[in-house]
T-cell receptor, first 117, second 114 residues
Framework: GALVYQYPRRTICKSGTSMRMECQAV??????VAWYRQSPQKTFELIAL?????????EQNFTQEKFPISHPNLSFSSMTVLNAYLEDRGLYLC?????????????FGKGTRLTVV | GDSVTQTEGQVALSEEDFLTIHCNYS??????LFWYVQYPGEGPQFLFR?????EKGSSRGFEATYDKGTTSFHLRKASVQESDSAVYYC?????????????FGAGTQLIVIP
């Protein structure tokens, strides 16, 4: 079956430091990967949509300078949160779209929970 | 812009009750519509999707019918169980290359009392 693994599951970083999170698609090829942040209030914010061989599109209020993303192949993506502060805390989710299905599902990993102290 | 509205923030039911969670959307054309379920400490799990008018999606006893006339995709289940307690999200996705870009509703927390 299609699975998306995210690593680490949770992390704590000091204010002003950076942390990197990874997303691995298993059992399918991911044509696109979307990174979301789920706030403590449970709302979802789309950070960026990354498609292999295309430019990464960041949403308003999110920038490459703050959330650089690497998507080198159809099974792996990583994102870094640079200079993390309290407002960056939340559950970071990776949603991968499967290549081999039409009008397809988007599968999510279990997320990386970021706590900033 | 595209958006999804879930009117119920929380629904509390007894086991074997009938469930309806309302979802209305705003978008042009025929967006893909999804239902996801999220358990504590987990990411959203895909339930099902529909992409054209009158199409019904279903999984695990849950179902919803795409209705372009009322711009709705209400989630229903005939008989809920305690294990169905979770947060349910309705989502809207674009087509083609934009499909990975989902707009989520605010979520509805379902509490099923045994």
């Amino acid at each position: 079956g299609a699975l998306v693994y995210q690593y680490p599951r949770r992390t704590i970083c000091k204010s002003g430091t950076s942390m990197r999170m990874e997303c691995q698609a298993v059992g399918f090829q991911a044509t696109s990967v979307a990174w979301y942040r789920q706030s403590p209030q449970k709302t979802f914010e789309l950070i960026a949509l990354s498609t292999v061989n295309s430019a990464i599109k960041y949403e308003q209020n999110f920038t490459q300078e703050k959330f650089p993303i690497s998507h080198p192949n159809l099974s792996f993506s990583s994102m870094t949160v640079l200079n993390a502060y309290l407002e960056d805390r939340g559950l970071y989710l990776c949603g991968a779209r499967a290549r081999d299905r039409s009008n397809t599902e988007v599968f999510f990993g279990k997320g990386t929970r970021l706590t900033v102290v | 812009g595209d958006s999804v509205t879930q009117t119920e923030g929380q629904v509390a039911l007894s086991e074997e009750d009938f469930l309806t969670i309302h979802c209305n959307y705003s978008a042009s054309g025929y967006p893909a519509l999804f239902w996801y379920v999220q358990y504590p400490g987990e990411g959203p799990q895909f339930l099902f999707r529909a992409s054209r008018d009158k199409e019904k999606g279903s999984s695990r006893g849950f179902e919803a019918t795409y209705d372009k006339g009322t711009t709705s995709f209400h989630l229903r289940k005939a008989s809920v169980q305690e294990s169905d307690s979770a947060v349910y999200y309705c989502a809207l996705g674009g087509r083609g290359s934009a499909l990975g870009r989902l707009h989520f509703g605010a979520g509805t927390q379902l509490i099923v009392i045994p």
